[in-house]
């Protein structure tokens, strides 16, 4: 995410989350049904309505999603094990990166 994506309000990083799954894997997602679950429940509401009805910057994203055939499912949080579960798995450290901290100190 870039610094001026850390900006967005929660409903265009929910978006911009599905569309960079979509793009980031479109050798599978193009072409194909896709499901897309998520735990936004807004998000479905804004998919539904017209285009020239979301903001801008929404709007900007929703063109970019029209290539892909997919349908959104609103799924509460406590249901996506997987999801939640590896958001919160600590990243491996490299001794590289332990020493600097370590030298720090």
Same mark, same amino acid.
């Not at 735990?39 to 994203?61: S, T, Y």
């Given at each position: 995410?870039?610094?001026?994506?850390?900006? #967005?309000?929660?409903?265009? &990083?929910?978006?911009?989350?599905?569309? @960079?799954?979509?793009?980031? @894997?479109?050798? !599978?997602?193009?072409? $194909? +049904? $896709?499901? $897309?679950?998520? *735990? %936004? +429940?807004?998000?479905?509401?804004?998919?539904? /309505?017209?285009? %020239?009805?979301?903001?801008? =910057?929404?709007? =900007?994203?929703?063109?970019?999603?029209?290539? #892909?055939? @997919?349908?959104? &499912? %609103?799924?509460?949080? &406590? *249901?996506?094990? $997987?999801?939640?579960?590896?958001?919160?798995?600590?990243?491996?450290?490299?001794?590289?990166?332990?020493? /600097?901290?370590?030298?720090? !100190?």
């Amino acid at each position: 995410m870039t610094e001026a994506e850390t900006g #967005y309000a929660q409903i265009e &990083k929910e978006l911009l989350s599905v569309l @960079f799954a979509l793009e980031r @894997f479109n050798a !599978y997602t193009y072409g $194909v +049904k $896709v499901l $897309v679950e998520n *735990d %936004h +429940k807004p998000l479905e509401i804004i998919l539904k /309505k017209c285009l %020239h009805d979301a903001p801008l =910057r929404l709007q =900007r994203m929703l063109l970019r999603l029209q290539k #892909y055939d @997919f349908t959104y &499912k %609103h799924k509460p949080g &406590k *249901d996506l094990v $997987v999801a939640d579960t590896l958001s919160r798995a600590p990243l491996p450290t490299t001794d590289s990166e332990l020493e /600097k901290e370590i030298s720090c !100190y």
